[in-house]
């Protein structure tokens, strides 16, 4: 009788081979179709008069579903081929010399080596590639939004995307001049409350980004669009971290995490 929860299912299954954009194509008419197909039958069958909600919205559930799932297995079938690629030094050096020759769109704003040409743009250099390629989809499916990087993002093919983030991570950052200086205070809340993910450096691990170096401007920027929950940076758990920050020792930690090497 319930056609659609098998119907879903299978769409499902085929979700986890296509990627979210060839999936959105494709199956957002199926969805829809199969939705009113099922509204129309107490018409057409006079026996099942109740249009069944509850089937309904699992039905639509399951093709948002479809599309979060394929997304993120496009992701982590992404991050294994980066990692195969790390492995391998012949590799690593053709996707060195690609990612340099497509970054070409980028270094205007994050500069030739990844070091950002604006206090408000951060570094790319010496980011943690896993990082990078995830901010890549961030932007490219709205969890993260920025008018011009959200737009970049989506063109980008998934080769561009590998590539792109193991040159920049490979890159090194560069001393550059700050406009506040470090302080005991900014130095004490890093200790306590941001070096367990971060790490004592500010160099970040495979999970989480390294923000040392960064200019000071952007990480101010960023930090108070966590602290204000901003729909541009949706579900980070940054929010919760500094949730009981205020406006000043955001400048404090700021200011120690931009001046550390
Ligand atoms: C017009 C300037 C501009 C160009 C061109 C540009 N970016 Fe960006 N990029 C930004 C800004 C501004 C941000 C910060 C957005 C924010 O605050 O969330 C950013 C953020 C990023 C981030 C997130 C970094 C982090 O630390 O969170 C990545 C990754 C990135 N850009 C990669 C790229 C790549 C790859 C290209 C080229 C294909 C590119 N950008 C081109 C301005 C630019
Ligand atoms: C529980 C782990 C955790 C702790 C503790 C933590 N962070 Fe983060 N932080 C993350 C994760 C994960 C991200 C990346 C996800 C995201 O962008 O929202 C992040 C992102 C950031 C970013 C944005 C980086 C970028 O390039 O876009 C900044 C800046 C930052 N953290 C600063 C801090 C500071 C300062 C503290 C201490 C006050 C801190 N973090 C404590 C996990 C943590």
């Given at each position: 009788?319930?056609?659609?929860?098998?119907?879903?299912?299978?769409?499902?299954?085929a979700g986890q081979h296509l990627s979210p954009i060839v999936a959105a194509l494709h199956l957002w008419p199926i969805g829809l179709w199969s939705l009113s197909a099922y509204v129309c039958r107490p018409f057409q069958c006079r026996t099942n008069k109740v249009v069944d909600m509850k089937n309904i919205m699992v039905a639509g559930f399951a093709v948002l579903l479809l599309l979060s799932v394929s997304a993120q297995a496009d992701v982590?079938?992404?991050?294994?081929?980066?990692?195969?690629?790390?492995?391998?030094?012949?590799?690593?050096q053709a996707a060195?010399?690609?990612?340099?020759?497509?970054?070409?769109?980028?270094?205007?704003?994050?500069?030739?080596?990844?070091?950002?040409?604006?206090?408000?743009?951060?570094?790319?250099?010496?980011?943690?590639s896993e990082y990078l390629l995830?901010?890549?989809?961030?932007?490219?499916?709205?969890?993260?939004?920025?008018?011009?990087?959200?737009?970049?993002?989506?063109?980008?093919?998934e080769n561009d995307r590998?590539?792109?983030?193991?040159?920049?991570?490979?890159q090194t950052v560069k001393p550059r001049q700050q406009p506040e200086a470090d302080s005991e205070k900014?130095?004490?809340?890093?200790?306590?409350?941001?070096?367990?993910?971060?790490g004592v450096s500010g160099h970040g691990s495979k999970q989480y980004p390294r923000?040392?170096?960064?200019?000071?401007?952007?990480?101010?920027?960023?930090?108070?669009?966590?602290l204000n929950n901003d729909p541009t940076r949706q579900n980070s758990p940054m929010m919760s971290v500094i949730r009981n920050l205020n406006a000043q020792q955001i400048k404090?930690?700021?200011?120690?995490?931009?001046?550390m090497p």
């Open positions: 009788m319930c056609g659609i929860g098998q119907l879903s299912r299978r769409l499902l299954d982590n079938r992404m991050l294994q081929e980066m990692a195969v690629i790390e492995r391998n030094t012949a590799l690593l060195l010399n690609d990612g340099q020759e497509r970054a070409t769109l980028c270094v205007h704003c994050h500069g030739n080596d990844g070091n950002s040409k604006r206090d408000y743009i951060p570094n790319l250099a010496a980011q943690n995830t901010q890549f989809e961030h932007f490219a499916d709205g969890t993260r939004s920025d008018y011009v990087m959200s737009k970049l993002a989506k063109g980008l093919s590998v590539a792109i983030a193991l040159f920049f991570s490979s900014g130095k004490a809340l890093y200790d306590s409350l941001c070096f367990a993910c971060h923000i040392a170096g960064q200019p000071y401007e952007f990480l101010e920027t960023t930090l108070m669009k966590f404090e930690v700021a200011a120690h995490v931009a001046n």
